[in-house]
């Protein structure tokens, strides 16, 4: 029994262990804090993610000759390249936040390499892609992406 009183006495004089009214008040504003924390980066994280986009990249990957058409909402434009080619597009000023983004690309020979064509964000995450095998077949993608 003198063991069980003892530890009872050590939880009660812990300067962790309010009892009463101070403690019903110490407990709601920890409760506060958290929920206040919780609330800040849900809301953080919520505008990182819908964070307006205004530049994309599109990006063929492949080793040989291809050629194709990017439109960025504003003018479509011929493209080619004989590799891999990265190319960065800014949003319209006429988009009125909502701006698509298209592309293609065609491989130009007999080649069965894999062409692919992908529309990213400027920090790199893929927002579409598409793939190809198949000599002289083109590969399209597009995306609409919020600005």
Do not use: C, F, H
């Not at 506060?32 to 809301?43: E, L, N, P, T």
């Not at 579409?128 to 095998?133: F, I, L, M, V």
């Amino acid at each position: 029994m003198k063991t069980m009183t003892k530890s009872v006495r050590i939880a009660q004089q812990s300067p962790l262990w309010v009892s009463g009214k101070k403690g019903r008040i110490l407990t709601v504003g920890i409760l506060a804090i958290i929920a206040i924390v919780a609330v800040v980066a849900v809301m953080a994280d919520a505008l990182l993610l819908n964070a307006e986009i205004t530049q994309v990249q599109v990006r063929v990957s492949y080793n040989n000759a291809w050629q194709g058409v990017y439109d960025d909402g504003a003018n479509a434009n011929g493209w080619n390249g004989n590799g891999a080619k990265t190319i960065t597009l800014k949003m319209p000023s006429n988009s009125n936040g909502i701006w698509i983004v298209s592309a293609n690309a065609r491989i130009l020979s007999g080649s069965s390499d894999t062409l692919t064509i992908s529309i990213l964000k400027m920090d790199g995450t893929v927002l579409q892609s598409a793939s190809t095998t198949s000599p002289y077949r083109i590969a399209q993608v597009s995306a609409t992406v919020n600005g």
